[in-house]
């Protein structure tokens, strides 16, 4: 079975201080960072021969978190945004059968990030977006958002909502557990946070053709759906979107499995959404490889269904 992964990270060294970010916010062993920085460097020999190991056709490249996010003038950041997508560029160039490429934006500058975005798309052949949650505090739902969104819409391509590592704020109720902070269970509430901001921003009804990509099963909100859309009637009506929420979740969201190697969590992320909104995904190299293809192998799903999973969807979402 073919098996095309989407949400599998790569840095670039000298361009942002990823490891030190990595290495105050995430409370893992110092070992294992250190063989997270030394794949996240490489994009042939380590990759290539863990996804020859592992069955894996394709990945498509993303830059890690942090990324030009955490940039706080917004000139470096155009800066680095091009020179990071030339960077994959060139190795989705070098191996145009096993990798595609979502760009990255500096969207401290709306109008220098569609100009990049139209680049990167036109230009260099990227399949969609990667963006880390925040910009330095701001949200996609703003109003100085509006541009970007307009030419995701026309050109036909996703933003893959991540988390970032370095949040926009701090909450109180983490405080002396720094487990919960990270991948446990923080990124998931600020990333699901985000999107549902997108929904009752009016993102998708002022641009019904966009849409974002949710990793870890959709952050959990396809199972907040029916919570959701009962508790909508609560909604002030000059607040009302032209659909209920579930509407945006099944129409505007696609769902990928990065992290979640649960069929329980797979059986009712397609349920919510349609099994032509979920996606096979990794989180190379902060997951185990070997593990994700365990799990998506032994699903309990037809075989048509789980090739839609493993590669269909990618294939017609990204154009790959």
């Known amino acids: 079975m073919r098996i095309v ?3 599998e990270a790569f840095s670039v ?20 960072k250190q063989e997270w920085f030394r794949r996240l460097d490489d994009l042939t020999e380590l990759r290539l021969a863990d996804m020859d190991a592992n069955g894996v ?12 996010e955490v940039m706080e003038d917004p000139a470096e950041a155009v800066a680095a945004a091009r020179r990071i997508n030339d960077h994959l560029a060139k190795a989705v160039a070098a191996h145009p059968t096993r990798f595609a490429g979502f760009a990255t934006l500096p969207l401290q500058d709306p109008k220098a990030a569609v100009v990049e975005l139209r680049r990167a798309v036109q230009e ?58 990270g991948p ?29 990509m949710l990793g870890h099963m959709g952050e959990l909100l396809p199972f907040q759906t029916a919570r959701l859309d009962s508790r909508y009637e609560q909604v002030p009506a000059e607040h009302r979107l032209q659909h209920l929420p579930s509407y945006y979740l099944q129409n505007n969201v696609y769902v990928t499995t990065s992290g979640v190697m649960s069929h329980a969590a797979l059986l009712g992320a397609v349920h919510a959404v349609g099994v032509d909104r979920v ?29 839609r999973i493993a590669h269909g969807n990618a294939e017609r979402v990204l154009g790959l």
């Open 13 to 32: 060294p000298g361009t942002i201080r990823q490891e030190e970010a990595i290495r105050q916010r995430m409370a893992v062993p110092e070992a294992m």
């Open 5 to 7: 992964a989407v949400e």
């Open 279 to 307: 996606l096979f995904s990794i989180d190379y190299p902060f997951e185990s490889s070997a593990e994700a293809v365990g799990f998506l192998r032994s699903a309990p799903y037809a075989p048509a269904d789980l090739a």
């Open 184 to 212: 446990s269970w923080g990124w998931t509430a600020t990333t699901g946070a985000h999107a549902l901001r997108l929904i009752y921003g009016g993102v998708f009804d002022e641009f019904p053709g966009a849409s974002v």
């Open 124 to 181: 260099l052949g990227f399949k969609g977006v990667l963006h880390n949650d925040h910009v330095r505090g701001h949200y996609l739902d703003e109003p100085r958002f509006r541009p970007v969104w307009a030419e995701l819409e026309r050109l036909g391509v996703t933003l893959y909502l991540h988390p970032a590592v370095v949040p926009a704020d701090n909450w109180r109720v983490f405080d002396g557990y720094p487990v919960l902070v």
């Open 57 to 68: 056709d394709v990945q498509v490249l993303s830059y890690s978190t942090p990324g030009v």
